[in-house]
Nanobody
Framework: QVQLVESGGGLVQPGGSLRLSCAASGSITNINAMAWYRQAPGKLRELVAQITKGGNTNYAGSVKGRFTISRDNAKNTVYLQMDSLKPEDTAVYYC?????????????????WGKGTLVTVSS
């Protein structure tokens, strides 16, 4: 069994900062890319940022220069540092991992998702 658990969401004023964390646990053999997605009310889920195991990153244009994704491979954890937050950043943020578990048959990489953490940017 594999779980991704997010933490760090909450209410913040415009211009403020938050740091999200997502820890993967369970029978994990390897994790390739990890990513953060978000879904605002009435909108589709969108990619916010992605990071490979080697540390290469990719950001949505709307967050580039404000958000920073990082990871700790030893802890199977990915982070999202969010600065200069705007009301339009309000959404549920989901963690995603391309993950291999030899405990699950067939043995293959699968997409795993966390349950999400709510970020609200409002004065």
């Amino acid at each position: 069994q594999v779980q991704l658990v997010e933490s760090g969401g909450g209410l913040v004023q415009p211009g403020g900062s938050l740091r999200l964390s997502c820890a993967a646990s369970g029978s994990i053999t390897n994790i390739n890319a990890m990513a953060w997605y978000r879904q605002a009310p009435g909108k589709l889920r969108e990619l916010v940022a992605q990071i490979t195991k080697g540390g290469n990153t990719n950001y949505a244009g709307s967050v580039k220069g404000r958000f920073t994704i990082s990871r700790d491979n030893a802890k199977n954890t990915v982070y999202l540092q969010m600065d200069s937050l705007k009301p339009e950043d309000t959404a549920v943020y989901y963690c995603n991992a391309d993950l291999l578990s030899r405990a699950i048959i067939p043995i293959q990489y699968r997409d795993y998702w966390g349950k999400g953490t709510l970020v609200t940017v409002s004065s």
